[in-house]
């Protein structure tokens, strides 16, 4: 996995649960679940750089 790819997906991860965290807090069920599928989409793609890095080993 590249260092920049790895840096993205975690930067995508944090601002899904920050996201999520405010939705929470003001009860906007909309930006909470946004968040939550902000970080769902980050642990894809990072799940797809390993699996891609296991190959090429």
């Known amino acids: 996995m590249g260092v920049e790819d790895k ?30 599928g902000d970080q769902m989409r980050a642990n894809l793609k990072q799940a797809g750089e390993k699996i891609k890095d296991a190959f090429r080993k």
């Open 7 to 36: 840096f993205n997906n975690t930067a995508e991860n944090t601002g899904g649960k920050i996201k999520e965290g405010v939705g929470h807090a003001t009860d906007d069920e909309r930006l909470a679940a946004e968040g939550r």
